[in-house]
């Protein structure tokens, strides 16, 4: 089955410090990963994505993600938290077969929360 | 535009009402997804068009559910007869390729319509 886990529900970081929000996936084949966050009344938007190459990859605001393939794994990474990165995250995994290949299959998310 | 806009932003619907549910992709945009997200979810995939083809309706909940987009730019989800378990934000997303493209391949999506019903 092709799936995505995020483990945890909340992530509490204070101001400044590193942030880490984690990300498991299912799928058979190359996996293709997305990292999507979600503001109130907000839709989605896109930070960063891994396709191929290097195993760490660049977003917007900061964000980063280090790919893991022997731990299926693509961890949301910032090394400076703001108060302003608190939101709803959300890591997906593209859909590698069936008749629904192309389509994006989402974790449940993960609320981050940065103290002052 | 320069997003992706979907209207209304908030529904509140009778049991057993019909409602639609418009999204106006960013245009040439070739790709257009609809997604249904509960409370405390993720997204969850409904349907999919290539330009004007609905080439994939597989999460589609039942046949109450029906999407068009007749010219291959503005689409309608509609919902017939709605019940309880239909709340919940509607996501629409578009694409600048078909999703059979792994490069390029970035969902750009709308605020949603938070559909209530009661």
């Known amino acids: 089955a092709q799936s995505v886990a995020q483990p945890e529900d909340q992530v509490n970081v204070a101001e400044g410090n590193p942030l880490t929000v984690k990300c498991t996936y299912s799928?058979?084949?190359?996996?293709?990963l997305f990292w999507y966050v979600q503001y109130p009344n907000r839709g989605l938007q896109f930070l960063l994505k891994?396709?191929?190459?290097?195993?760490l990859v660049k977003g917007s605001y900061g964000f980063e993600a280090e790919f893991n393939k022997s731990q299926t794994s693509f961890h949301l990474k910032k090394p400076s938290a703001l108060v302003s990165d608190s939101a709803l995250y959300f890591c997906?995994?593209?859909?590698?077969?069936?008749?629904?290949?192309?389509?994006?299959?989402f974790g449940k998310g993960t609320k981050l929360s940065v103290k002052p | 535009g320069a997003g992706v806009s979907q209207s209304p932003r908030y529904k509140v619907a009778k049991r057993g009402q019909d409602v639609a549910l418009r999204c106006d992709p960013i245009?040439?945009?070739?790709?257009l997804f609809w997604y249904q997200q509960a409370l405390g979810q993720g997204p969850e995939f409904l349907t999919y068009?290539?330009?004007?083809?609905?080439?994939?309706k597989s999460g589609l909940p039942s046949d109450r559910f029906f999407a068009e987009r007749p010219e291959g730019s503005v689409s309608t989800l509609k919902i017939q007869r709605t019940q309880q378990e239909d709340s919940a934000v509607y996501l629409c997303?578009?694409?600048?390729?078909?999703?059979?493209?792994?490069?390029?391949?970035?969902?750009?999506f709308g605020a949603g319509t938070r559909l209530s019903v009661l």
């Open positions: 997303a578009s694409s600048l390729v078909g999703r059979g493209f792994v490069a390029k391949n970035i969902q750009y």
């Open positions: 891994y396709i191929t190459g290097d195993n």
């Open positions: 997906a995994v593209r859909a590698n077969y069936g008749g629904s290949q192309g389509n994006l299959i």
């Open positions: 068009f290539q330009n004007e083809a609905q080439l994939d």
């Open positions: 799928v058979s084949g190359n996996p293709y």
């Open positions: 245009s040439g945009h070739v790709s």
